[in-house]
């Protein structure tokens, strides 16, 4: 595949930014064509070396760039500035991103100065490593990926690096310890809430900016740039929103709002100010999200796929090969990818890589029985980058850096394990926010994780290579959890033809990527996850009786595990009862097993794992699975292993929990719970104390910090416009964008015409879905909820429904000529945030009528046979019940217009942007208005025939009662402000402040 930019200078010139490729120390000169961003987020070639020029005095050495991040008008260039080599995979070198940069495309005054804060912070991180600056420069020329079991150099071994986390037992580097279980217990909730200090009156001060690469105040005030207006603290000085790094890293003081007027000028066009004010939290949010240690990359290894299905001879760039469902920065890099930079497009993939060096010494070679050898494997195995030395290919260090000595090479062989876990970028997010499916068949924390076995030289014409890959994601069925409780409820919605349309098609996919599919379902068989469990199970049935997974007859194999019941008493050693269950389906799936360069052998199936979370018990089960692989894959080469009991092999449990952890800190916030197990396949008190931490952590997550963390993920994703900050500074939540809401309101509208609409001539003329309050003839209350409002020739038709089950809960038929007014204007119901009283958001209509005198005004389906009258609906039906006395008093409906919001944004001249919610009001009374009157006119015309008693007595032309659209606010903002009371205010005040 053409070849990756490995390093870049990236420096600010008068016209954008320019991306300068630069070879390694003692490399060629590079091939590839500098490139320009300009100040309008525009990608194109450079055609001149503009290093020298005076135009760009500060420089900054990157590793890569993952894209352009884009907030309101302003474009921010994200750029790899620290990376942490953690494995390599057939010779290529695999990195973890541990720091990025956000420098602003705003003026090359703004770029200068974010270039010179990372540059420095770029340098005190390395001094704060203890690396000097020609072993950082010596570093980052080994892009020739040495094996992990070379030698080390004969020099003094430099200081440690590495230390172990105190919460997760995880290692990292000395100064990286950003374990987010540690984060939130320990820093009491920093991790999340990103811009706490960002908001606060002390600011910052001098020593502190310092140690965080902020330059000093003073250096801030002889800085200021002729085009950006500045913020002011308590110091006197400026600080300008648009340094991303300047940002702060840790604080504790209670934040506070920001006026759009503090935002850059920069920011000018069509923007809302909310994002304005938001941005400074949206830029911390997104740094600390790409550096937090969860994204990894290569420039010559595929990371998107497993080891069996690469392509290394292929002249595609890396980024057309990479698959889309593991391409998290895909959405930033288009201006990159639209523009042909292919050489400058780093695909990266959020999960986990780590490895393992591990050796088997013989102890018989006439049996070939053999036995770990706990010398050459100790119980830390830490991965070293070492240079290539053949004689000594097996070295491991102890947790104080002392040297072991290799096993003998004539009585041993040497291995490595390699664990890859790719997180889908589809239904992404976080724990509570993101669960169940979507109607594209798509799960939430979906993860593939593929377990390679090899020889430390990669090479197959001697050794093979064996990959096993597994899947866990959520259950796939329509349902929601609230976060507002440690035991919460499961609450699903849909009805059934809906989730099986969706859990089919979510399997269809499974069995078209992978072939076979097992599903183990850990839930419980009592208390809150039975429900769901048991629909699970119901649907695995259904989709068997009617074509299987693929519509051919591929059958789903399900088994239903009550992990919980059947482990009780922390006896996690009984999962070896499922592992007997899943035995023949795994040795029938098999493995993939590479000779010679070729598949020999492909993995035909997947066991699919999922328990509540996709998390704790998911991770127990998928290591047992790996277990029983890697000693099979091992026995197919006759060597034998223990990894149940044997002590020196803690190194297998060690990285399979350090998997797990990586992917519930993704998903969850903290550390994977039962972790001491998974380690050390012991259950201890201490653990499930742990464990209890956690949990009360990953609580204090779903309520408070999620909500904002999820907006920018949907947001970095594609997935939602800037618009979704708006909402959440309106709600302090975030809105389900994986979920196409105009479909959901369709289905509505089709399901609710084909049940209330009897007469078979009654054709349907629209339907619309509305917020309504509660209650009828009633402008506001507590809470609204959506309904559909369908119009047809002769009536309107007001449902309410039942969501959850996709059925009508009530319903009123209201003729057109009992229309008596219409009028549409401001409808405000909050005056809490900015977004509730924009009167060019919050608008509705009111529909005033008289009740006809007999029959039921209200039909309310109460699923009871006995309350229906003869010939009444059938069960998807509505049955009827009279809900209060007919009368022909006036009475009145209030309907407001819903945001127009789909799960994907406009992309493209083909694509039409939705109508605002004036124009659909508009819209609606509109077409009420004609059908009423073209009903009245047509009545009068009848009534007045020549002839009869009903001819106009008075010679002249009938005479019309016309409906007319008056405009006439429904609740204006004035009467908002004095019907919202000082307990609500407050209530949200106090919500923002923690949420926010």
Not at 29 to 45: E, L, R, W
Not at 394 to 415: L, M, R, V
Not at 753 to 764: F, M, N, P, S
Request: aromatic letters at 8%; glycine letters at 6%; charged letters at 25%.
């Amino acid at each position: 595949m053409p070849g990756l930019v490995r390093k870049l200078l990236v420096f600010a010139a008068v016209d954008g930014l320019v991306l300068q490729p630069a070879p390694p120390r003692n490399h060629p000169p590079t091939t590839q064509q500098a490139i320009k961003v300009d100040y309008k987020g525009n990608v194109g070639p450079l055609l001149k070396d503009r290093r020298q020029e005076d135009t760009a005095p500060h420089t900054l050495e990157v590793h890569g760039i993952l894209g352009l991040l884009k907030v309101a008008s302003s474009y921010f260039l994200v750029s790899v500035c620290d990376r942490e080599q953690v494995a390599q995979i057939r010779g290529k070198a695999i990195y973890k991103i541990t720091d990025v940069a956000l420098i602003p495309l705003s003026s090359q005054t703004d770029a200068d100065k974010a270039i010179v804060s990372a540059r420095d912070h770029a340098q005190r991180h390395r001094k704060a490593q203890g690396r000097a600056e020609d072993e950082y420069d010596s570093e980052s020329d080994e892009d020739d990926a040495p094996s992990v079991t070379d030698s080390l150099e004969e020099d003094t071994p430099a200081p440690p690096t590495q230390v172990k986390d105190p919460v997760t037992g995880q290692r990292g580097p000395a100064d990286r310890r950003t374990s987010v279980a540690e984060d939130v217990m320990q820093r009491k909730g920093v991790y999340g809430r990103f811009a706490d200090k960002w908001f606060s009156k002390k600011g910052w001060k001098t020593d502190k900016r310092r140690t965080q690469g902020m330059s000093s105040a003073e250096d801030l005030r002889k800085a200021m740039s002729t085009n950006v207006e500045s913020i002011p603290n308590d110091e006197g000085g400026p600080l300008s929103p648009s340094k991303p790094d300047a940002l702060p890293v840790e604080d504790r003081d209670v934040p506070e709002p920001v006026s759009p007027e503090e935002i850059p000028k920069a920011l000018a066009g069509d923007k809302d100010s909310t994002t304005i004010a938001l941005l400074p939290k949206i830029l911390r949010t997104a740094k600390m999200y790409f550096a937090s240690g969860n994204f990894f990359y290569s420039y010559d290894y595929d990371l998107s796929h497993a080891v069996g299905k690469q392509q290394p001879s292929s002249t595609v760039p890396l980024s057309k090969q990479f698959d889309p469902l593991f391409f998290w920065n895909e959405h930033i890099m288009a201006p990159f990818i639209e523009a042909g930079q292919y050489s400058f497009v780093l695909p990266v993939i959020q999960g986990f890589v780590g490895q393992r060096p591990f050796s088997i010494k013989v102890v018989d070679t006439k049996s070939n029985s053999v036995v770990i050898d706990p010398d050459a494997t100790p119980n830390d195995v830490e991965l070293q980058s070492i240079h290539q030395n053949k004689s000594t290919e097996s070295i491991a260090s102890t947790d104080d850096n002392t040297k072991t000595p290799p096993p003998e090479p004539s009585n041993g062989k040497d291995f490595l394990l390699t664990l890859v876990s790719r997180r889908s970028t589809k239904r992404a997010g976080l724990r509570y926010l993101r669960r169940g499916l979507d109607d594209e068949g798509s799960t939430a924390n979906s993860v593939e994780t593929e377990q390679i076995l090899s020889s430390p030289t990669w090479n197959t014409s001697q050794d093979k290579i064996f990959s096993f890959t597994q899947v866990r994601g959520s259950i796939p069925l329509f349902f929601s959890q609230s976060p507002y409780s440690l035991k919460p409820q499961v609450d699903t919605w849909g009805s059934t033809d809906t989730n099986a349309k969706a859990f089919k098609r979510h399997f269809a996919e499974l069995t078209a990527r992978y072939g076979s599919v097992y599903a183990a379902s850990l839930v419980d068989k009592h208390g809150t996850e039975a429900k769901i469990g048991s629909l699970y199970e119901q649907h695995a049935k259904i989709v068997n009786e009617h074509g299987g997974m693929d519509g051919k007859g591929k059958n789903l194999d399900f088994e239903w595990f009550d992990f919980h019941h059947v482990c009780r008493g922390m006896r996690f050693e009984n999962v070896s009862l499922l592992m007997d269950s899943i035995g023949p389906f795994l040795e029938t799936a098999s493995w993939t097993e590479i000779s010679n360069d070729q598949a020999k052998q492909t993995q035909s199936g997947v066991l699919r794992t999922n328990c509540m979370d996709c998390l704790d018990r998911t991770n127990v089960v998928q290591s047992a699975c790996a277990r029983i692989t890697l000693e099979a894959q091992l026995s197919a080469g006759d060597y034998s292993i223990d990894l149940q009991n044997d002590p020196s092999t803690s190194w297998f449990n060690t990285l399979w929990a350090d998997n797990g952890d990586a992917i519930s800190k993704q998903y969850a916030g903290t550390a994977a719970l039962k972790g001491d197990f998974t380690r050390t396949r012991k259950r201890q008190i201490t653990g499930a104390l742990t464990d209890f931490g956690l949990t009360l952590t990953r609580y204090y997550n779903n309520i408070v910090n999620d909500y904002f963390t999820q907006a920018v993920i949907d947001y970095l994703l594609g997935r939602a416009t800037d618009s979704i900050f708006a909402e959440f500074e309106a709600d302090m939540k975030s809105a389900d964008y994986f979920i196409d809401v105009r479909k959901v309101r369709q289905a509505a509208i089709d399901r609710s015409a084909g049940i209330v609409i009897e007469d078979k001539d009654e054709d349907l003329v629209a339907g619309w879905t509305l917020s309504v309050p509660t209650s009828a003839d009633h402008l506001k209350t507590a809470t609204f909820e959506e309904a559909v409002l369908l119009l047809t020739e002769k009536a309107l038709y007001f449902c309410r429904l039942d969501w959850g089950t996709e059925k009508v809960r009530e319903f009123e038929r209201i003729e057109v000529e009992n229309v008596e007014g219409l009028f549409r204007g401001v409808y405000i119901t909050s005056t809490l945030a900015s977004r509730h009283m924009d009167e060019q958001k919050n608008v509705g209509f009111v529909i005033r009528y008289r009740a006809g005198p007999g029959g039921d005004l209200v039909r309310r389906n109460t699923r009871s046979l006995e309350s229906g009258k003869s010939g009444a609906p059938s069960e998807d039906e509505p049955a009827a019940s009279k809900s209060q006395a007919p009368q022909a008093t006036g009475r009145f409906l209030a309907f407001k217009a819903l945001p127009p919001r789909t799960s994907m944004p406009a992309a493209g001249d083909a694509a039409e942007s939705p109508e605002n919610e004036v124009e659909v009001v508009q819209g609606i009374c509109e077409e009420i208005a004609k059908v009423v009157n073209k009903t009245r006119a047509g009545e009068q015309v009848k009534s007045s025939i020549p002839g009869t008693e009903q001819e106009d007595k008075t010679g002249g032309e009938p005479q019309t009662r016309r409906l007319e659209v008056k405009d006439q606010d429904v609740i204006s903002l004035t009467d908002a402000k004095r019907s919202t009371g000082y307990v609500e205010t407050l209530a949200y005040s106090m919500k923002k402040l923690v949420w926010g």
